[in-house]
Structure formats: structure tokens, C-alpha cells
């Protein structure tokens, strides 16, 4: 009886360990940091360079700016969403007023910040595309001429 609770026991710990580590491995396999900003680097001199294909390579969730939960999205510095490489339903329209889950008017900021700093890093609140969950994102810009362009990371949630 208690080899056998003993070995129920020690299965139900495996498996807990194995459920946190594919939860770790998962997490892990995110983008990092330095990452957004290669690929931000990466998509301001193919603009500067292809400005007439630029934007759609962006948009394509299946092309070289897309990039497991990685993406570039470019705005304009009026707040329109000129390129987006998770959402092609944005591209087009005007997300100044656009606020993330806690009230914070993350395209305003993000605007303001374009016209005062040529790169910059910014903290909200999005839908990860991979999760689907809203997720703490960290969101590295550079801005063009009248534009600004932008990849970011996810965090996992504070504990």
C-alpha cells in the first residue's frame, strides 16, 4: 500500500515537472529583447531601401517580418497604422484613441515619443498573437521621416 502511494506520488510529481517545464520551454521560446530590435533594424532600412514593397512584406504573418510571437507594426505620426504584421485589419486606420486594458493610450505615447526621441522603448498591455491572452509587452520604435516603426516582446505576468 504505501509502495503504491508512494508511486502514484512520484508520477503525479513527474508530471507536474513536466508540465512546468513545457510551460518554461514555452515561454522561453518568445522573442527576446534584442531580437525586436534587430528585426526593427531589420525593417526600417528594407523601408528606407523598397519603400513600394515594404508595408506588404510587413503585413505578411508568413514573411521575413513575422517571427514566432515577434512582429513589426509601423504607424504614422498621426496615429494611423500604416503596416501590421499581426493585425492587417488595423492597417489603415487611426488608433491615436487606441488604450490598452488598463486605460493607457499606448499609440498617443508611442506618437509623442516618435516625435521627441529617435528610439525609444515603451511598456503596455496587448493581445499576444501566439497566446491569444492580453500579456505585459515591451515595445522597442524607431522612427522614419513621418513614420515610426515598432517590434515588440511579451513578458509573462508579474507573480
Known amino acids: ?93 487611426n488608433q491615436l484613441g487606441d488604450k490598452d486594458p488598463d486605460g493607457k493610450a499606448f499609440v498617443q505615447e508611442r506618437v509623442e515619443l516618435a516625435k521627441e526621441q529617435p528610439s525609444f522603448w515603451q511598456s503596455y498591455k496587448f493581445k499576444n498573437p501566439v497566446t491569444g491572452t492580453v500579456e505585459p509587452k515591451q515595445m522597442y520604435c524607431e522612427r522614419l521621416d513621418q513614420s515610426v516603426v515598432c517590434g515588440g516582446v511579451y513578458l509573462p505576468p508579474p507573480e
Open 1 to 93: 500500500m504505501i509502495a503504491r502511494t508512494c508511486t502514484r506520488v512520484s508520477g503525479a510529481l513527474a508530471l507536474a515537472a513536466i508540465a512546468m517545464t513545457s510551460g518554461m520551454t514555452l515561454a522561453a521560446d518568445g522573442a527576446t529583447k534584442d531580437e525586436a530590435v534587430a528585426l526593427v533594424k531589420k525593417a526600417a532600412a528594407f523601408i528606407k531601401a523598397e519603400a513600394d514593397k515594404a508595408y506588404a512584406e510587413i503585413d505578411d504573418r508568413s514573411g521575413q517580418f513575422v517571427d514566432r510571437d515577434l512582429y513589426i507594426v509601423v504607424y504614422g505620426l498621426d496615429g494611423t497604422v500604416l503596416a501590421h504584421g499581426a493585425d492587417k485589419t488595423r492597417i489603415g486606420t
